[in-house]
């Protein structure tokens, strides 16, 4: 098992920062990408980065430019800093874990999720 936990939400201005923080630990075998998704009330939950093994990272388009996702996959954590908030940011951010174990068997964990609030 892998447990996923996140930090770093909360409540803060349109046009504030707020850095998130995740760290997987447990049964680690190998770590393929870690990410961020996020839902806001009666919305389906999006993706809003990525960071892979490798290095790529993808964005969704309402936060380019805005959000910046650090992967340190080999350390077994991300992060995203998320600048210029706006208040349609405002959501439960949930931390993914694309993970495949020594049997090849790939599976997500998904942590409990963290809540951010953009007042206006």
């Known amino acids: 098992q892998v447990q996923v936990v996140e930090s770093g939400g909360g409540l803060v201005q349109t046009g504030g920062s707020l850095r998130l923080s995740c760290v997987a630990s447990?049964?680690?075998?190998?770590?393929?990408?870690m990410g961020w998704y996020r839902q806001a009330p009666g919305k389906q939950r999006e993706l809003v980065a990525q960071s892979t093994r490798g290095g790529i990272t993808n964005y969704a388009d309402s936060v380019k430019g805005r959000f910046i996702i650090s992967g340190d996959i080999p350390g077994n954590a991300v992060y995203l800093q998320m600048n210029s908030l706006k208040p349609e940011d405002t959501a439960d951010y949930y931390c993914?874990?694309?993970?495949?174990?020594?049997?090849?068997?790939?599976?997500?964990?998904w942590g409990q999720g963290t809540q951010v609030t953009v007042s206006s």
């Open positions: 993914v874990v694309d993970h495949r174990d020594g049997l090849g068997y790939e599976y997500s964990y």
């Open positions: 447990g049964s680690i075998f190998y770590i393929g990408a």
